[in-house]
């Protein structure tokens, strides 16, 4: 049993993905008392099922692939100095699905903002020569983690508790989830539904598996085309993932397809042997941009703003909070790209109440809700 001062808290992390570690590590590091729960386990749900990769976005410069790229080269900064021994910088070879992907690649290639080259077959003489057929782009600064490895090291000196389904209350100017209590506390809850209701977000979940497999092939590079296939580190090599919508194959057909798309791009994977299968949700919002920020309390927002005007704009002083309340995730497969940099605004947010980029702000949907109500 805990003594009382021992359930005190400054801030508890709801969720023990890569977003919610990613936090309370960045919390833990500004001095907080910080209580890490989840009711499975660390890594339980999509981030222990992800790929992992650290790669960047292609587009047409817009802000989805300017912020994506911003965390991307975040993401590599951070992993290679806080985790070293989980971070492989082995580069990707991001390769066009036809020829018409391959006009796409070409209409993408001026707004690119970080360092690649274009190359060509003869340049991977592993990759399959057809998969090659139109050519690639090559980031030498991509990379991946190990997921597990991530989380052991930013959990070091995390007060956790495992097989918690957290039911946060809000009395006496405190939160309070069964006999722990703190003056915060942060929803990274993932595709899962959030433990308190905030009517303007709605949270959605995209299945997908991940295989890893042993194989003696030389794959120097991770290479993405309809799928990802890693470099290969001490025999093992990852496959996936699978986006699953209204699929109605069984995982393991899923999953079979997945290695004979892998085969068909690198042949030597011919002879691999599967050595586990990873699956999970992997939350999304409809804009696909992540969340990160303090929740707005919204039956307020509507007696006190009503239907703003459009020079209201996320992170505005006039929106009512929900006291000490945060929101971290919607991060789709790009959890261990966004994860750092949004975990480092969030507790910024929380310690010093630094606006949050609001490309990433939760009060974007608050205001789209207010404008439709």
Same mark, same amino acid.
């Given at each position: 049993?805990?003594?009382?001062?021992?359930?005190?808290?400054?801030?508890?992390?709801?969720?023990?993905?890569?977003?919610?570690?990613?936090?309370?590590?960045?919390?833990?590091?500004?001095?907080?008392?910080?209580?890490?729960?989840?009711?499975?386990?660390?890594?339980?749900?999509?981030?222990?099922?992800?790929?992992?990769?650290?790669?960047?976005?292609?587009?047409?410069?817009?802000?989805?692939?300017?912020?994506?790229?911003?965390?991307?080269?975040?993401?590599?900064?951070?992993?290679?100095?806080?985790?070293?021994?989980?971070?492989?910088?082995?580069?990707?070879?991001?390769?066009?699905?036809?020829?018409?992907?391959?006009?796409?690649?070409?209409?993408?290639?001026?707004?690119?903002?970080?360092?690649?080259?274009?190359?060509?077959?003869?340049?991977?003489?592993?990759?399959?020569?057809?998969?090659?057929?139109?050519?690639?782009?090559?980031?030498?600064?991509?990379?991946?983690?190990?997921?597990?490895?991530?989380?052991?090291?930013?959990?070091?000196?995390?007060?956790?508790?495992?097989?918690?389904?957290?039911?946060?209350?809000?009395?006496?100017?405190?939160?309070?989830?069964?006999?722990?209590?703190?003056?915060?506390?942060?929803?990274?809850?993932?595709?899962?539904?959030?433990?308190?209701?905030?009517?303007?977000?709605?949270?959605?979940?995209?299945?997908?598996?991940?295989?890893?497999?042993?194989?003696?092939?030389?794959?120097?590079?991770?290479?993405?085309?309809? *799928?990802?296939? %890693?470099?290969?580190?001490?025999? =093992? /090599? @990852? $496959?996936? #993932?699978? &986006?699953?919508?209204?699929? !109605?194959?069984?995982?393991?057909?899923?999953?079979?397809?997945?290695?004979?798309?892998?085969?068909? *791009?690198?042949? %030597?994977?011919?002879?691999?042997? =599967? /050595? @586990? $299968?990873? #699956?999970? &949700?992997?939350?999304?919002? !409809?804009?696909?941009?992540?969340?990160?920020?303090?929740?707005?309390?919204?039956?307020?927002?509507?007696?006190?703003?009503?239907?703003?005007?459009?020079?209201?704009?996320?992170?505005?002083?006039?929106?009512?909070?929900?006291?000490?309340?945060?929101?971290?995730?919607?991060?789709?497969?790009?959890?261990?790209?966004?994860?750092?940099?949004?975990?480092?605004?969030?507790?910024?947010?929380?310690?010093?109440?630094?606006?949050?980029?609001?490309?990433?702000?939760?009060?974007?949907?608050?205001?789209?809700?207010?404008?439709?109500?």
């Amino acid at each position: 049993m805990l003594a009382l001062n021992e359930r005190l808290y400054d801030t508890i992390v709801i969720g023990a993905g890569i977003a919610g570690i990613s936090t309370a590590w960045w919390l833990k590091k500004s001095g907080q008392k910080v209580l890490l729960l989840d009711k499975k386990g660390p890594l339980a749900g999509a981030s222990g099922a992800a790929g992992a990769f650290l790669s960047p976005r292609l587009g047409r410069g817009g802000d989805l692939q300017k912020i994506t790229n911003e965390a991307y080269r975040f993401a590599l900064r951070f992993y290679a100095k806080r985790v070293p021994e989980g971070f492989f910088q082995k580069g990707l070879v991001r390769i066009p699905k036809d020829e018409k992907d391959a006009e796409k690649f070409a209409s993408f290639e001026p707004f690119i903002d970080v360092p690649f080259e274009k190359v060509t077959a003869s340049d991977f003489p592993h990759i399959a020569p057809e998969a090659m057929r139109f050519g690639a782009f090559f980031f030498k600064d991509a990379a991946f983690v190990d997921p597990m490895t991530v989380a052991m090291r930013l959990m070091e000196g995390i007060k956790t508790r495992w097989g918690f389904d957290a039911k946060p209350v809000y009395r006496k100017g405190a939160w309070h989830i069964g006999q722990f209590s703190a003056e915060n506390i942060v929803l990274a809850t993932g595709a899962d539904r959030l433990p308190v209701k905030i009517p303007y977000i709605e949270i959605g979940g995209v299945w997908g598996e991940r295989v890893d497999v042993r194989s003696d092939a030389e794959i120097p590079v991770t290479l993405h085309r309809k *799928l990802s296939v %890693s470099a290969n580190v001490e025999g =093992i /090599v @990852r $496959i996936g #993932a699978t &986006h699953v919508r209204n699929d !109605s194959r069984s995982e393991i057909e899923r999953v079979n397809q997945l290695i004979v798309d892998a085969v068909g *791009l690198v042949p %030597s994977l011919q002879d691999q042997q =599967i /050595v @586990r $299968i990873y #699956a999970g &949700h992997r939350s999304s919002v !409809s804009d696909h941009f992540p969340l990160a920020g303090a929740a707005a309390d919204a039956e307020t927002a509507l007696a006190r703003l009503g239907k703003p005007s459009k020079s209201l704009k996320p992170e505005d002083g006039s929106i009512p909070r929900i006291g000490g309340l945060f929101l971290i995730g919607g991060f789709g497969g790009r959890g261990f790209v966004f994860g750092p940099m949004m975990g480092k605004m969030v507790a910024e947010k929380i310690i010093q109440n630094s606006p949050v980029d609001i490309r990433v702000s939760p009060d974007r949907y608050l205001l789209r809700f207010l404008r439709h109500h």
